[in-house]
């Protein structure tokens, strides 16, 4: 196991990469969108990027899960759905998985 | 101090009223009792956060990073949806330049968020707007501009709710860290499932009722096939811009 102090060069690169990227969208706006203006349709595009990107990355993953996978995760968007308590939704979803797992 | 600042926005803004329509909003304060505010108003949001926290911190621990990598990153990027996504897409060596696209598309949304709060945030300095926007994520978002748009003027308000979340984000990422560590075999405990569990769970939190569903079926087809044919994360880009493009051409 890695040592809970390495501070990788790579690794603190990329993070800072990240952190930069992810600091420019939050200035960007209020720097950039009041003078230039933005059209709906960008506004629109922006918009649906994060649930697009979620379910890109989602997608491939539950197709190469099988059955237990399936209703686990259903089982998680109930809960997500029904309480909107996060950690409830991820523990019962985590418990649901083995539970099937063991069944199925 | 304040009284005279109070005194010199009051005059500034008298004189500006006359000449700008969009000042309705009107000053804005940026005083301790602001932050106080949004801190102690975010609380019980921050421990929601807290719950994608864990789950982050485990798979950025199967990942391979470790705490202090862990902690740097939550303390720095401060984006929650789009750590979870660049350790699901780190490997060995890093595909460095797909993780800070992926980070920066799934964060443009910002872009607008930070523009919404123009109306008062152009009543405080630039080192009072642009510190308080490092602390801008979804959550504080939203209450910031109920709390703004009901008339508080408390311009800290984002500032003050913003840490909240963050000393609940990065704690939490250290203990999914803690978690994931003192397990060995993730399988058995159901752990190799959090990724799927996280993003569903993002999905519903970011499901916006039938206008969504179009954007999210040409990213979902596109990626299922992208994945098919290309190896690598290409199917997470082409599914964000496919689903972008389609609503470009959409609102045409």
Known sequence: ?104 | MPTTDEQTERNAESTETATAADDAPGAVAFERAGIRAGFVTCLPVALGVAGYGIAFGVLADRAGLSVAEVALMSATVLAGASQIIAVELWADPIPAATVVLAVFAVNLRYSLMGAALRPWFKHLSGSQVYGSLFFMADENWALTMRDLTSGSRRGAFLLGSGLAIWVFWVASSVAGVAVGGVIDDPATFGLDFVLVATFVALAVELWDGASTAIPWAVALVTALVTAQVLSGQWHVIGGGVAAAVVEVVRRG
């Open chain 1, 1 to 104: 196991m890695a040592d809970p102090l390495s501070l990788d060069p790579p690794v603190v690169a990329v993070i800072a990469a990240m952190a930069a990227a992810t600091y420019l969208t939050k200035i960007g706006g209020l720097w950039l969108l009041t003078r230039v203006g933005v059209s709906d349709r960008v506004e629109a595009a922006l918009e649906a990027l994060p649930g697009a990107i979620v379910v890109a990355v989602l997608g491939p993953e539950l197709a190469a899960g099988g059955p237990a996978e399936w209703l686990a995760g259903s089982v998680v968007a109930v809960v997500a759905w029904r309480t909107g308590n996060i950690f409830l939704a991820l523990v019962t979803g985590v418990g649901a998985v083995v539970a099937f797992r063991a069944v199925l």
